[in-house]
């Protein structure tokens, strides 16, 4: 059972007493107050890292306007004595009760806060990305020429390219227009670097398009299409549910730059044949974890605070939907007429 602790900063005109019953219907393990100076107060709450979400909600919309508020979000190791499992009951937020339906949806997964700060790491442009980048690809590059799969799978782990389509998913399902310019800078740009550095390489160096590991990057059928949906949607649900070794094997399962460095080094040596394989397997595998993301993130029930930008969300998410679903059946009737 993973725990967080929510340590709340409030004016200290703000009664503990009264914060622990507004708070009596929510399941929270513990609760504990210490003043802090004449003008603060910190309380403490312990509780289930999958009803984070709702109390983080409620205490926002609540205390935001007090002078001083402050909320701060950690992750507990181990707690003692353990905590009993609770028997999970309906609560309130802001006084209006969640459906039985919404609270299946949100599963074990983490709070939407803790879920947004872990992801908007990944859309970070910045010169620690640009050289994983390019290195992934020299390592991609030199394990498709050598046909040595070991090093293949290192360039696979590296994945920079993972994070930012995981954060396209997440921005369109909240409907964050200012994160979905982000991830789409860094994912395009991560393409492009990486498409330049490998297009290099075909040009400079003769490349045979006969080398397994580099041919089996030029076929692509119906089961990458599968694979590649569900590794989108495992990849999602190692972000919400904070289990991160998990996202080693997603990586692995649905690498993006071993078919992008096959199909720019095939193109940068002329082989223009086996590189649209190559372009046509990096499709399926881009517009596969951003529709597969989009859905997993909304059967999780990962919705925005507001109504209004709820409505807003509903839309990019239809859209998005509708967009990576016309996209993919386009993929699958080139597939099906080139088999």
């Known amino acids: 059972m993973a725990l967080r602790l929510i340590e709340m900063f409030v004016p200290s005109s703000e009664n503990p007493d009264s914060i622990r019953e507004l708070l009596k219907d929510y399941p929270i393990l513990g609760i504990w107050h210490q003043s802090l100076s004449e003008d603060s107060v910190l309380v403490k709450m312990l509780l289930e890292a999958e009803q984070t979400e709702d109390v983080l909600d409620f205490l926002e919309q609540r205390f935001s306007g007090l002078k001083g508020f402050r909320i701060v979000l950690l992750p507990v190791e181990a707690s003692l004595p353990r905590p009993e499992e609770q028997k999970k009951e309906e609560s309130s937020l802001l006084e209006k009760p969640i459906s039985e339906k919404e609270q299946e949806t949100k599963g074990t997964r983490i709070s939407r806060e803790e879920l947004y700060t872990d992801i908007v790491e990944t859309t970070k442009l910045s010169s620690i990305y640009v050289v994983l980048v390019i290195l992934s690809s020299t390592v991609a590059a030199v394990g498709i020429l050598r046909n040595n799969v070991a090093v293949i799978i290192g360039a696979m782990v590296i994945a920079p390219l993972l994070g930012p389509n995981i954060a396209l998913s997440f921005a369109t399902t909240l409907g964050d227009m200012d994160l979905v310019r982000k991830a789409l800078k860094t994912n395009l740009a991560g393409l492009f670097i990486a498409l330049v550095f ?3 390489i075909g040009f400079i160096f003769k490349i045979d398009p006969s080398i397994p590991e580099l041919a089996s990057r030029t076929q692509v059928g119906l089961g990458d299409v599968v694979l590649a949906l569900a590794s989108g949607s495992a990849g999602v649900l190692s972000f919400t549910t904070g289990v991160a070794g998990a996202i080693i094997g997603v990586m692995v399962a649905v690498a993006l730059l071993p ?4 199909f720019g080094m095939l193109l940068g040596s002329k082989q223009w044949e086996p590189a649209f394989g190559a372009m046509t397997l990096l499709l399926v595998n881009v517009i596969c974890v951003n529709l597969a993301g989009v859905l997993t993130f909304l059967i999780q029930g990962i919705r925005p605070k507001t109504w209004w930008e709820e409505d807003r969300a509903k839309k990019a998410t239809r ?9 993919l059946l386009i993929l699958l009737a080139v597939i099906y007429f080139s088999i």
């Open 198 to 200: 490998s297009v290099s």
């Open 259 to 262: 078919p992008l460095v096959s």
């Open 319 to 327: 859209n998005a939907i509708a967009l990576w679903t016309f996209l």
